[in-house]
């Protein structure tokens, strides 16, 4: 069996709490507008890799892909199913 790499990383409350805090620096405005992400937000994995999806009540804030290094991608665009997903991974 594979072993986990982003597991090994960070854990996924520090990769939630870190893409958090870049959701918040990407503009300053969406604290204004009251779009804070709930704890319906998660890590998940799709199609072998790892993405912190921010969500709220109004559905999906932002996602970020988790490279192989740690590191957090600001994905414009990302695969739907992430959309349809609960905090169960659902």
């Known amino acids: 069996m594979k072993k986990n790499p982003v597991r090994s990383i960070a854990s ?5 709490a870190r893409a958090t805090r870049a959701y918040f620096v990407g503009t300053r405005s969406r604290a204004a507008e009251g779009d804070y ?7 998940e994995e ?8 921010l969500r ?7 996602v970020y892909r988790v490279r192989n290094d740690g590191m957090l991608k600001n994905l414009k665009r990302w695969p739907r ?10």
Do not use: C, W
């Open 12 to 16: 996924d409350q520090e990769l939630i």
């Open 37 to 43: 992400p709930s704890n319906a937000s998660a890590v």
């Open 46 to 53: 799709h199609e072998g890799k790892f993405y912190v999806v």
């Open 56 to 62: 709220n009540a109004n559905g999906v804030l932002s």
């Open 81 to 90: 199913t992430l959309e349809s997903r609960g905090s169960d991974g659902t």
